[in-house]
């Protein structure tokens, strides 16, 4: 995992906006571990940058396997082609959103609002909140998750800690 770009190069080709319906979901699995890795430090290398200050991409790839939960991530794919992936974790009363990455090329396109409209779905159909954490260095995403409805409810040294409730 984490060696080689050029399965990635495809994943950069621009991309037209999509009929949402045409998105498919599916369990990842171990054969997808290359393709996780690529698009998480082909999407997250900026603002990761950005927060430690330099980019070294062993750490970062050694970090993503140690935290990888294959049986939590599911893949999202357009018309059969893998565009990205969501790891989400159940809990008792709320699911943690730990991940969500858009391959590049298909960044700004509504992938991620789509994805993150399903998990508030199904999260709301259990009587759950969606709980996740974002880099203070990815305004982008923050702003996407408050337009989306989450709140800022704590923060550390280079999060903001989010909260989607749920009016029961």
């Given at each position: ?60 790839c050694a970090q993503f396997q140690r ?53 508030a779905h199904s999260a709301r159909a ?43």
């Amino acid at each position: 995992m984490c060696r080689s770009r050029q399965s990635l190069a495809a994943l950069q080709a621009p991309v037209a906006r999509v009929a949402f319906e045409s998105i498919a979901m599916r369990q990842a699995l171990a054969e997808d571990g290359e393709f996780l890795a690529q698009v998480f430090l082909a999407s997250m290398r900026e603002v990761i940058t950005l927060a430690r200050g330099s980019w070294d991409e062993q750490r970062e790839c050694a970090q993503f396997q140690r935290q990888l939960q294959l049986r939590h991530t599911e893949i999202f794919e357009l018309a059969g082609v893998a565009v990205g992936f969501v790891t989400l974790v159940p809990g008792e009363s709320e699911i943690e959103l730990h991940t969500v990455c858009v391959a590049p090329a298909y960044q700004g396109r509504g992938f991620g609002s789509f994805v993150l409209q399903t998990v508030a779905h199904s999260a709301r159909a259990q009587g759950k909140a969606v709980v996740l954490s974002v880099l203070k260095s990815n305004p982008r995403a923050l702003a996407l998750y408050e337009r989306l409805g989450y709140s800022v409810v704590g923060q550390s040294e280079h999060h903001f800690h989010l909260r989607l409730h749920h009016a029961g």
